[in-house]
Nanobody, 119 residues
Framework: QVQLAESGGGLVQPGGSLRLSCAAS????????MGWYRQAPGKQRELVAI??????NYADYVKGRFTISRDNAKNTVYLQMNSLNPEDTAVYYC??????????????WGQGTRVTVSS
């Protein structure tokens, strides 16, 4: 089994910052990629940022404001969010693609953490 444990959401004023964390645990060998998606009310889930050993990708609307990073020793990915605005309000979901034994892999989602940007 694999679990993704998210933390760090909450209420923040416009212009403020938050840092999200997502730790992967369970039966896997290594991390292929980890990242963050978000889903605002009435909208589809969309990519925010994703990081692998090869590269890092950001959605255009977060470039320059959000930074994704990874601690391989802790199997944890972080999302530092700065200059938040009300349009960033959403449930943020951690995503991971993990390498398991015998050439198999696992992909899945965390439970989501709510970010609300409001004055």
């Amino acid at each position: 089994q694999v679990q993704l444990a998210e933390s760090g959401g909450g209420l923040v004023q416009p212009g403020g910052s938050l840092r999200l964390s997502c730790a992967a645990s369970g039966n896997f060998v290594s991390i292929n990629a980890m990242g963050w998606y978000r889903q605002a009310p009435g909208k589809q889930r969309e990519l925010v940022a994703i990081i692998s050993s090869a590269n890092t990708n950001y959605a255009d609307y977060v470039k320059g404001r959000f930074t994704i990073s990874r601690d391989n020793a802790k199997n944890t990915v972080y999302l530092q969010m700065n200059s938040l605005n009300p349009e960033d309000t959403a449930v943020y979901y951690c995503y991971a693609n993990l390498q398991r034994r015998y050439g198999t892999s696992w992909s899945g989602w965390g439970q989501g953490t709510r970010v609300t940007v409001s004055s």
